[in-house]
């Protein structure tokens, strides 16, 4: 249906598309009846076009919001540049030095980018009041107004439609004026409000057409002005002065350009002649007869690479030497002296006179035999041997009185012998047998440590041992510690031999970590001392009581000395906790021999108590039967008779022999 007048041209050629033009201002008329058809063919057309007008303007839309966010975007960051320039002179590099010219300089871009940000900022604000609010306003108001309407003429069309179809299904026979009356008042109403929402609707598709063209030339003409306008803006600042400080600053660029290649230049031909000279020194071990090995020093820079916790390991031969020299002359505090590199020379010539050649494996299998203790101690200088006195006199390290004269240090483990229990010697040096370090036999022997309620084990390494004079002041372990470390470091001995340390309420075992045998035990009554380094807690050590070889009245104390990781104080307190656990046990097994001593006394005489009231009932029965047997007259009267059976006459016969002792006491 159609209110108004309608012009339709067609083209004559069928070869070109048909194009329609509608003037519908004229909303006189009501000839919907007659032009029903034509009317919604060329309502499709409008229709048609106003969904491409839509999808159209919304891509423009989109293309000038990108325009627009592009704008606001470059603004802020016109904005930050500027601020961040500004903010250059209160930068501290370390390299950089008070460089005022560049602060200067810098300080005069900030305003012409600041200047340059303002009108960015103004430029911003021009497009969003002549370019984003016409077409937003287009978009927003317009063609939401067009989907408005064509649903509002879309229900009052089927309602209209809906009040015909009841009309004509009115009965002509049976005529109800109250029915027919309703139904036409219907029909009037619904043709009415179609009407009237028909030229809304129409009305709004005509007018689409003029806003279309604001719609696209309105925001175009606000970019442009907005363009021109920011041009305007830039051309009054870029003024001569400004050309003339961005020409300075190029010429100022290009002189510091030709002076950075003159410095390339010249530190290319440096690399090269360093590469030709340091080519000897690309070599990991040089030829010690080339680069011989400063011994001298007292202070080193350089690199060492981490080998497990306390393993380093140095490029070269000749820096693990210099390193292990430069720590040894440093802990001797020779660093302190007026004239340090002398002293550390004359120090280590002295040290090196004093290595021996290191034993033979026969040779120290000779060396533990008890024979050996009428031979002066010798001092051993390998991995695994011992070391002498005199090396640490020599190494400036002097012995005090804790420790006893001509020590030995020990480097390797060699069993001991304990005075308390001499008859577990054996058992020190055994070797061979595998050892659950959980107490878990694997046998069908059970393990003497199986019965113990502590089992505590811990990752340990042997640093030495040696005898030691004293074992009641912790300082005993101390001073070990120190001259077994300050011997390592003097003999370059840094190989340590791991073990699980096992820790029971029996002993304490030292168990090889890849094949579980046991390599040494310490009988828990034998350690009589242990303590912890007090600086460095990965240290500790223990003293044990020892028997002097055949003659088990010479007793003697050794120091262990140990390094774990971190668990020094831990070891220690696992150690005293295994000692007053022992303690207990100890002191819980006497009380219960006692506490069985009496009860066999008691039963002893309980038994003798039995005994003595067994006697004296015996004692009466015998009475009244001697008593009986005194009376024979009057039985030999009366006619009867008293037959002794030969068990009673025994019990007589008992009976005066108790009778006879009891006498004698």
Known sequence: MLVGRCNLHRETSSSKPVSYTSDLSDLGACCWLATSEMTRSLLGVFEEDATAISNYMNQLYQAMRRIYDAQNELSAATHLTSKLLKEYEKQRFPLGGDDEVMSSTLQQFS????????????????????????????????????????????????????AINRYSRLSKKRENDKVKYEVTEDVYTSRKKQHQTMMHYFCALNTLQYKKKIALLEPLLGYMQAQISFFKMGSENLNEQLEEFLTNIGTSVQNVRREMDSDVETMQQTIEDLEVASDPLYVPDPDPTKFPVNRNLTRKAGYLNARKSSILQAESKKDHEEWICTINNISKQIYLSENPEEIAARVNQSALEAVTPSPSFQQRHESLRPAAQSRPPTARTSSSGSLGSESTNLAALSLDSLVAPDTPIQFDIISPVCEDQPGQAKAFGQGGRRTNPFGESGGGTKSETEDSILHQLFIVRFLGSMEVKSDDSPDVVYETMRQILAARAIHNIFRMTESHLLVTCDCLKLI???????????????????????????????????????????????????????????????????????????????????????????????????????????LEEQSRLIAASSRPNQASSEGQFVVLSSSQSEESDLGEEGKKRESEA
């Open 111 to 162: 305003k012409v980018i600041d200047e340059l940000s303002s009108c960015h900022a103004v430029l911003s604000t021009q497009l969003a009041d002549a370019m984003m609010f016409p077409i937003t306003q287009f978009k927003e108001r317009d063609l939401k107004e067009i989907l408005t309407l064509k649903e509002v003429f879309q229900i009052a069309s089927n309602d209209h439609d809906a």
């Open 512 to 618: 090889d970590p890849q094949t579980q045998v046991t390599r040494l035990t310490f009988p828990l009554p034998c350690v009589v001392l242990y303590a912890t380094h007090q600086e460095n807690k990965r240290l500790f050590g223990f003293v044990l009581r020892t028997s002097g070889g055949r003659n088990e009245s010479n007793l003697s104390s050794v120091c262990y000395i140990f390094e774990s990781n971190n668990e020094g104080e831990k070891i220690c307190d696992s150690v005293g906790l295994a000692k007053q656990i022992a303690l207990h046990a100890e002191l819980d097994r006497r009380a219960s021999e006692k506490q069985k001593e009496m009860e066999r006394v008691k039963e002893k005489q309980q038994k003798e108590l039995s005994k003595q009231k067994q006697i004296e009932k015996d």
